[in-house]
């Protein structure tokens, strides 16, 4: 019997190479630098599936020549995109691609648009001094910390693949190569703006905002008025920013360098680096150890976000008017309504994580007291919330499993009481409450010891724990029990873990 075998390339994508096409100053032509001996790590069937690429054919025939960079597809036209912006609060210049290469941006079956980049495919002219490459050490964390976020429904980019290969890189000891395939709908930065004006480009934002606006916002671009158009997608950039934000904090996750040339236009979790997930709740916890005044501690997020936004707001306020005067009121006004934007998303979230399906009158009050509890306790943040979720509104019933993560049992009592006084307001079936709080409140989340696990064992070149872990991140609500050790609390040798830029 004879086997039919399909001889389309498998890369044949539709490509549509925009960022080729609007060229300098935005983009530069750019082909990956070749590596030796590129080997796959991991595929991701799930962000496949989005660019219309068959997973079981990518792993038959190989994917390690395409995602290294060593073979560019047909079709495709690769670019590095040239972008500045404040890092630590200071303009730093021009950054850009250091040691990223976009192969080029696709659309798939339903119309949807992708870039496809390579994270670690050699240098660019905006490498500077850099080795443009990446390590597997921190390829595996992006891949993990993405698809993680992904899991938990909150806006990030993706991750295709990781390929590996013995080439040495050298960072604080010689460490093997990695390349990782990210993929996002837009990886326009608030800092592709910025470089355009702090170079006084002024003439080249519109193009670039247009080229934004009308491949992801066709609401917005069927506005006819110019500074009407612009107005209304700043306010967009503003409102996802801060739904984003409330994102991170409802799951305890802290981003690490908030710089604004980390800051996605489109509201996407973007450039993981010291990124983590909290373990004991502290609200003043920094997760990058090079962040000695805490500038990106998590109880700092929502700040930084309204700041990177003002660097935003002021680098397109040529875009909002065509007098200084009125640019500078529109932009003023465009940024007060991101308190509000926040303070609600934040809110909703939080109420959510507590079962609570209606605003009442000093909610805010309640999730504020526990928050505090936790942190006087070192209460675990995911495991705490969790624990609510499987104890009973009836005022007699244990308080377990919540009050087991506190030392002090009897303040976890005195608010669990006042939570389930709370509660009584509600018409909900208790049941449903408790499933829609499991469902919201996760079990597992990529807690830097699990990401540690995994990448000790690929440097080892074992890569199925980077496979094992993804599948459970995939599922972080579900109870999962043969996976339950996932969810347990650090154990004492990763208290000490500690994450830099180049992790």
Same mark, same amino acid.
């Given at each position: ?46 962000? @496949? #599936?989005?660019?219309?690429?068959? *997973?079981?054919?990518?792993? &038959?025939? $190989?994917?390690? /020549?395409? +995602?290294?960079? !060593? %073979? ?104 093997? @190569? #990695?390349?990782?395939?990210?993929? *996002?709908?837009?990886?326009? &930065?608030? $800092?592709?703006? /910025?470089? +355009?004006?702090? !170079? %006084? ?303």
């Amino acid at each position: 019997m004879s086997t039919i075998t399909d001889t389309t390339d498998l890369w044949a994508l539709d490509w549509r190479n925009r960022g080729a096409a609007l060229g300098e100053p935005w983009y530069t032509r750019q082909q990956p630098t070749a590596i030796k001996a590129p080997y796959p790590v991991v595929f991701n069937d799930d962000v @496949a #599936a989005l660019l219309d690429i068959d *997973a079981e054919r990518a792993r &038959r025939e $190989g994917y390690a /020549e395409v +995602l290294s960079g !060593n %073979r560019v597809p047909e079709g495709a036209l690769p670019v590095a995109h040239r972008y500045g912006g404040h890092q630590f609060g200071v303009w730093a210049g021009q950054l850009g691609d250091g040691r990223a290469i976009t192969l080029g941006d696709i659309v798939n079956a339903r119309g949807q648009s992708y870039d496809i980049q390579l994270k670690g495919a050699g240098k660019t002219p905006y490498s500077r001094f850099a080795d443009g490459r990446a390590v597997l050490r921190s390829t595996v964390r992006e891949y993990l910390g993405s698809e993680a976020l992904a899991g938990l429904g909150i806006p990030t980019t993706r991750a295709l693949a990781i390929v590996g290969s013995d080439a040495p890189v050298y960072r604080e000891t010689v460490e093997t @190569a #990695a390349i990782g395939t990210r993929v *996002a709908p837009s990886l326009v &930065r608030f $800092g592709s703006f /910025e470089m +355009l004006f702090y !170079n %006084r480009q002024f003439d080249r934002l519109a193009p670039l905002a247009d080229h934004v606006i009308e491949t992801h916002h066709p609401d917005i671009a069927a506005i006819g008025d110019a500074c009407e158009r612009y107005r209304a997608w700043v306010a967009h950039v503003i409102a996802v920013t801060a739904e984003l934000v409330a994102d991170w904090q409802a799951v305890g996750f802290c981003h690490g360098v908030l710089n604004t040339d980390n800051m996605s236009v489109l509201g996407l979790t973007l450039d993981y680096g010291p990124f983590g997930f909290m373990d004991s709740f502290n609200p003043c916890w920094i997760c990058n150890h090079t962040d000695d005044a805490g500038r990106y501690a998590y109880n700092q997020q929502p700040a930084v976000g309204l700041w990177n936004l003002g660097r935003f707001v002021q680098a397109v306020l040529p875009l909002l008017a065509d007098q200084p005067e009125a640019a500078v009121e529109a932009g003023q006004n465009l940024l007060e309504a991101y308190r509000g934007s926040y303070d609600r998303a934040y809110q909703a979230r939080m109420r959510a994580k507590l079962g609570l399906l209606d605003t009442a009158e000093g909610d805010a009050d309640l999730v504020e007291r526990l928050l505090k509890r936790m942190a006087a306790n070192g209460a675990d943040f995911t495991r705490t919330f969790r624990a609510l979720g499987h104890v009973s509104a009836d005022p007699g019933a244990t308080g377990a499993p919540f009050v087991d993560e506190f030392v002090d049992r009897d303040a976890a009592h005195a608010w669990l009481a006042d939570w389930r006084k709370r509660l009584g307001n509600t018409a909900a079936d208790d049941g449903q409450r408790a499933q829609r709080m499991r469902l919201t409140n996760p079990k597992y989340v990529l807690r830097n010891y699990l990401a540690q696990a995994a990448i000790e064992q690929a440097q080892a070149g074992d890569c199925r724990e980077i496979e094992r872990l993804h599948a459970i991140l995939r599922r972080p609500f579900d109870e999962q029990p043969e996976h339950a050790d996932y969810a347990r609390l650090p154990p004492d040798w990763a208290r000490g873990l500690v994450l830099s830029c180049s992790s």
